[in-house]
T-cell receptor, first 113, second 112 residues
Framework: KAGVTQTPRYLIKTRGQQVTLSCSPISGHRSVSWYQQTPGQGLQFLFE???????NKGNFPGRFSGRQFSNSRSEMNVSTLELGDSALYLCASGPGDTVETQYFGPGTRLLVL | GNSVTQMEGPVTLSEEAFLTINCTYTATGYPSLFWYVQYPGEGLQLLLKATKADDKGSNKGFEATYRKETTSFHLEKGSVQVSDSAVYFCALVNQAGTALIFGKGTTLSVSS
């Protein structure tokens, strides 16, 4: 069974731009969670989608948003990029019953210049 | 709320040395505890987990025991290999059960 895939793997943007990251979950998984990983703050939960609905949300500004499609693929969008948004963005998929059975993708590394 | 604290790195060891990475937690109730590993350029992989007090999780020679008396979940390996070089994260589920809370990560570097 194929794992979680994330595209693109690397991205360079400039301040003020917006960016969209994509995550394809493991086949059959209906939950997709997003995490931001930075050297200073470590790994922080952004949000979780289940069956096309945002089910849980972390403590991030409204510039961070996401959505999930009917095939469970998910996208996250960051608008008006700031230098501090430079990070590794990790997506995790799971069946949706518990976060204990999540599988992580390789991440998208975003650099904001 | 729930939180986890793990020892700062980096940890530098020679091959075949004994490894301990300390992790302590604060939690309401007794949530499941996890160790994840991140190899260079990759995402997170679940290394092991324990779901209740006194449980021992183990995988690939790594072990960790869920100790409620000391609120700890220390990661140990008897003989590390160069291939174990990675960043290790201790984690638990948040109080609402909706997301994982991670420690800051500990970088392990093993030389031959």
């Amino acid at each position: 069974k194929a794992g979680v895939t994330q595209t693109p793997r690397y991205l360079i943007k400039t301040r003020g731009q917006q960016v969209t990251l994509s995550c394809s979950p493991i086949s059959g998984h209906r939950s997709v969670s997003w995490y931001q990983q930075t050297p200073g703050q470590g790994l922080q939960f952004l949000f979780e989608y289940f069956s096309e609905t945002q089910r849980n949300k972390g403590n991030f500004p409204g510039r961070f948003s996401g959505r999930q499609f009917s095939n469970s693929r998910s996208e996250m969008n960051v608008s008006t990029l700031e230098l501090g948004d430079s990070a590794l963005y990790l997506c995790a998929s799971g069946p949706g019953d518990t976060v204990e059975t999540q599988y992580f993708g390789p991440g998208t590394r975003l650099l904001v210049l | 709320g729930n939180s986890v604290t793990q020892m700062e790195g980096p940890v530098t060891l020679s091959e075949e040395a004994f490894l301990t990475i300390n992790c302590t937690y604060t939690a309401t109730g007794y949530p499941s505890l996890f160790w994840y590993v991140q190899y260079p350029g990759e995402g997170l992989q679940l290394l092991l987990k324990a779901t209740k007090a006194d449980d021992k999780g183990s995988n690939k020679g790594f072990e960790a025991t869920y100790r409620k008396e000391t609120t700890s979940f220390h990661l140990e390996k008897g003989s590390v290999q160069v291939s174990d070089s990675a960043v290790y994260f201790c984690a638990l589920v948040n109080q609402a059960g909706t997301a994982l809370i991670f420690g800051k990560g500990t970088t392990l570097s093993v030389s031959s």
